[in-house]
């Protein structure tokens, strides 16, 4: 940002140049995407105090049917925004209008209110507790006890600055009889909006009879507040729209070239941070892609739904021709929400609790507004992957021709939208084809889950059991060795080559508890494959003997065990792992007892568990990690991308989790995995039980090779709340993948052929 001092030297530099300058200010901060927010608008009331000159929102009660608009009628309007597929509800109100109309104390007495304010906090509260929609606010001129008193019902609020020029309230000034207008009055505002810790919208209204140097003047006043607080996390310049009926009717609209103009000079007065915003209804489609050129990344709040209340003869441009005229410009439409990825980001400063559990509901991982209504585990089959449009010249291709991949290389293709993300999936796509041809394996197999009692609290886990809790799914319950060998005896008589075996970290439970399981799985099956107990159970194990690592995993491989599932991994992040499972092992001791399996002979799988809390520079981190291990050690079999099912977990049900990933982020972990990987990972598979059997077919095309178990029992990922999960027959994993057009194959546990796959 640059120093907030009289420095009018812009106002003389050609257009051309102060454009190019912007561009590429825009560019260092938002790369290639422009942001819309899906929303629907809600004028609350459309009296007002002020009597701005160019306004046609505020009218005289006698216009109106309602002073205000019924809550059954806020609702409705909520509710058609939110199967339209909107995260925002704008509020938008005229100032106080009962400091100025007997009609509106009379109508908010009605309502058993006292004040335009209390009545919006219920309106507001309504729409995010029924409908998930977030609210943005803007109420006009308020102070700190207003901010705290909306807070708790919105996820951000905004003012227009419009302008600092105070001489435009004078008379015949555009602002003249309208007292909230005045520039000090709303400038305080904007600065008790940050000490509230309000993710704030303002911006300028160009046009009405400022000069030049009085918009720099404007501009520089928000860089000030925002240099001090922090909180502003958008820029409006909206252009003058002469309306009928009004005082300004005849007023000239600025052109083109001036909004170009102030769009250029407000980017570069305000940085490559800010989000800079243009309303894309008041200027001609075709021009859209001059306004993105001179600066700007975002389109604003745009509705399926509503008609621009402020400017209800500027109709929206649907999200098609929107995204057409962004992509012309060299760009990709991305859906946000009402408050920024930044703001996302740090929801503990930025939301009170009570917003911050709707928010999470409606983002995905890098912040932004989820783009589909799928989730891990639903029923709701996916959406299809789109087809690319034109060959895309982004940084993403550049990293998909470079030999070595760093962190922010990987975290770039993990963010990758439009374009970029069907060329990741082809890139993969091709990857899988040269190492595994078209034949996608299976293993037939049986889980055998023999406890649900844990001492552990992992905030995603809805499997895990204290000794007497009954919540969520389930009773507590310890199958005792008898079952577990009879389980076995039973898999291996209906064709299962390996048992998967997994449990809680049951209080009681020694080292010798899973020497026992692995004897009397091998003594029921002597030829099953015993592929048993995660990293944190193989600590819990030596711990409890007293045991170094390679010990116990040698005693338990001399009883039976054949190889290690590497689960438990969730994200190999420190930072996510302190929120989702603080007392579990860390990323490093997750790595050494892998690493310890791998030296005496025993192989393991690894996974990634996301879609709850992380970023995409987390997951980058984690494949990093896989990669790294692999290197050193040879012994991962296969990478299992595993989808969050938020229904029944802890952490979800908390209001701390999002809803899972998003579909285009299942099939970016899975495609990104089979690129880093490549050459040292050959199996990358996907989760028929997170994804459902059509999610499975669809994910094929994202470079993955396998399928994973037929499970005869599934019961972790049951609990969680998935409708999958108990058993795909080798009949029907075979039709799944046939009809996807490759070749089914059995395999063992290690992708070696079955003695049985004729059977």
Known sequence: ??????????????????????????????????????????????????????????????????????????????????????????????????????????????????????????????????????????????????????????????LMLESTAARLGERGGPHFGSPDKAPAARLETLREAGGARIPFTTGLLIGIGETRAERIDTLLAIADVHAQFGHIQ????????????????????????????????????????????????????????????????????????????????????DRERLAEATLRAGKTLVPRLTLYPQFVRQLTEWADPSAARHILAQADTSGHARDDRWFAGAPTPPPKVGARRSAPRSRVSAILRARELGLDDVTALLEARGNDVALIFETADDLRRKRNGDVVSYVVNRNINYTNICSYRCGFCAFSKGKTHEALRGAPYNMDLKEVARRVDEAWSLGATEVCMQGGIHPKFTGDTYLALCAAARAAAPGMHIHAFSPLEITHGARSLDLPLDVFLRELKAAGLNSLPGTAAEILDDEVRAIICPDKLNTAEWVEVIEAAHSVGLPTTSTIMFGHVEEPRHLARHLLVIAALQRRTSGITEFVPLPFVHMEAPLYLKGRARRGPTWREVGLVHAVARIVFDGLIDNIQASWVKLGPAGAAEALDFGVNDLGGTLMNESITRAAGTVHGQELDEKRMRALIARAGRVPVRRTTLYGTPQLQDA
């Open 1 to 158: 940002m640059v120093s907030a001092t009289r420095d009018y030297r812009l106002i003389d530099e050609p257009l051309d140049s102060l454009v190019s300058r912007a561009a590429a200010l825009r560019d260092e901060g938002h790369g290639g995407i422009v942001t819309w927010s899906p929303k629907v608008f809600i004028p609350l009331t459309q009296l007002c105090r002020d009597v701005c000159h160019y306004c046609t929102f505020a009218k005289a009660p006698r216009r109106l049917d309602h002073a205000y608009m019924p809550i059954e009628a806020v609702l409705e309007i909520a509710r058609a925004g939110a199967a339209a597929g909107c995260s925002e509800a704008l509020f938008t109100l005229g100032d106080k209008p009962e400091a100025r109309y007997a009609t509106a104390r009379r109508a908010l007495e009605g309502l058993g209110h006292s004040t335009t304010l209390s009545y919006l906090r219920e309106a507001a509260g309504r729409v995010m507790a029924e409908t998930g929609l977030l609210p943005h606010i803007n109420a006009g001129i308020m102070n700190a006890g207003d901010f705290a008193a909306l807070r708790p019902v919105s996820a951000s609020m905004g």
């Open 234 to 317: 958008e820029v409006i310049v909206q252009n003058f729209r002469a309306k009928p009926g009004t005082r300004m009717a005849g007023r000239p609209e600025p052109d083109l070239d001036d909004l170009r103009w102030t769009i250029a000079v407000a980017r570069l007065i305000l940085g490559p941070e800010m989000s800079i915003q243009a309303p894309p209804n008041l200027s001609d489609l075709a021009s859209l892609p001059a306004l993105i050129e001179a600066g700007i990344n975002d389109w604003g709040g745009v509705s399926p739904v509503t008609p621009d209340h402020v400017n209800p003869e500027a109709a929206w441009p």
